[in-house]
């Protein structure tokens, strides 16, 4: 009897393990990954990447589709109503903190999306034209305390990564500068490059090219580490203003309601994908940097980057209509 009843759990613990096997097979079909912003951008060119090594890894297609809009407010509300099935995801970055902080979304992050891997950090560049006659984060301090409000700073609109880098830039250096928003990046590269704003804190994928060719000039990174193409190049933190840390961090995101074992597959995907060595001279191609972590680190990155930005936007007073 007794072993009638062992033989009897076993075959049904063995039918109750394929059962979940079967469950969690994915994916078994195609896949669409969003990006918020337009094609040709470091949003758009990193979601593409990923969408072609998930598509070798995972052996079903995964597609990008551009869904512009809001500083990426449009393509993380779709998502967040979609079903939580692992056949929508959507590339996600710094503004869910920010725009949360500034009640611009839509959505609740916490409540609605699932954080599944982080991906690449673009750290942010602090230019200024070409002809200009600054030359250091020393020397633009100086200028902008001598005649203050007169230094004008370009960004992609109210409560963008670049007006916030602004933001924090006057608040930790005490100097008053103006704020000159654009209806996007391009139009505020426009005026850049033709010396009608006088700095930007642009990324460093769009950025560099253009200081490589001289038609801009690199004062500082954003971030906390120098550019390994640019080593002589100092981060702002190292000119003064310990603590300066403002990037382009890119993750995946999905539905919130994922099943836990369908955010396991993709985690481990990108990571193994984001150690690749091919992928790695990719990113640094982009000037950038793999970043690495699944659910727990993404959520726990996303939860520091609202706790900053809200300590600034308090401080500042920074408002959105």
């Known amino acids: 009897m007794n072993r009638f009843i062992y033989w009897l759990i076993s075959v049904l613990l063995s039918v109750m393990t394929n059962c979940v096997q079967a469950q969690v097979a994915y994916p078994t079909r195609e896949v669409k990954l969003i990006a918020g912003f337009a094609a040709g951008g470091a949003t758009d060119t990193i979601a593409r990447y990923y969408a072609k090594k998930l598509t070798d890894k995972l052996g079903q297609t995964f597609i990008v589709e551009n869904r512009p809009g809001g500083g990426g407010i449009v393509s993380l509300n779709a998502l967040a109503q979609s079903l939580p ?4 995801l959507a590339l996600g970055s710094n503004p869910i903190a920010s725009n949360a902080v500034l009640n611009r979304n839509p959505y ?8 599944i891997a982080m991906l690449v950090s673009t750290p942010n560049v602090l230019v200024v034209p070409g002809s200009s006659p600054i030359n250091s984060v020393k020397e633009l301090v100086e ?12 960004s992609a ?109 993709l985690a481990k995907a990108v990571d193994e994908i984001s150690r690749q060595p091919d992928t790695i001279a990719f990113i640094e ?35 959105v209509d």
């Open 85 to 88: 099935d692992g056949y929508i």
């Open 108 to 115: 609740d992050w916490r409540r609605d999306l699932a954080p």
């Open 143 to 154: 200028a902008a305390k001598k005649t203050p409000g007169t230094l004008t700073f370009a």
């Open 157 to 265: 609109g109210t409560g963008s990564t670049q007006h916030l880098a602004g933001e924090l830039f006057q608040y930790m250096a005490n100097v008053k500068m103006t704020h000159v928003p654009y209806r996007g990046g391009s139009q505020a590269l426009i005026d850049m490059l033709a010396a009608r704003v006088d700095l930007t804190f642009g990324s460093s994928a769009t950025m560099m090219p253009l200081v490589e060719s001289k038609k801009l000039k690199l004062l500082a990174i954003t971030g906390p580490y120098r550019l390994k193409q640019h080593p002589d190049v100092p981060t702002i933190a190292e000119s003064g203003y310990p603590g300066f840390d403002v990037q382009g961090d890119y993750f995946m995101v999905a539905p919130a309601n994922l099943p836990q074992s369908i955010q396991m597959i």
């Open 285 to 319: 191609s982009m000037h950038a940097r793999p970043l690495y972590g699944g659910p727990a680190e993404t959520k726990a990155f996303i939860e520091g980057e609202y706790k900053k930005w809200k300590t600034l936007i308090d401080a500042v007073g920074i408002k």
